[in-house]
């Protein structure tokens, strides 16, 4: 089971991919690729990723995010 975080200030001041997965609510594997990705502020130490947590804030809040959705198909049977 994950820890929850009760509030932003809590979180420490450099984050662990485990804390992305938990704030963001993704898998892991979806973590790693966000964090591998160009636009994202990752910080190599040896083989650990991490982000400080006010560049994941400002990659969180870019203004360039787009929300995309999925269309939802209903069958329409009878």
């Known amino acids: 089971m994950m820890d929850v975080c009760s509030s932003w ?6 984050l662990q991919a485990k804390d992305v997965q938990m704030i ?10 966000i964090m591998n990705s160009a636009d994202f502020p990752t ?5 650990r990723m991490m982000v400080s947590k ?5 990659w969180l809040n870019q203004d360039n995010r787009k929300i995309k959705r999925r ?3 209903v069958s329409r049977k009878g």
């Open 24 to 33: 963001l609510g993704i898998s892991k594997g979806k973590t790693y690729e």
């Open 9 to 14: 200030d809590s979180l420490p001041l450099i």
């Open 71 to 73: 269309a939802i198909y």
């Open 43 to 47: 910080i190599y130490l040896n083989k």
């Open 54 to 58: 006010d560049k994941f804030y400002e």
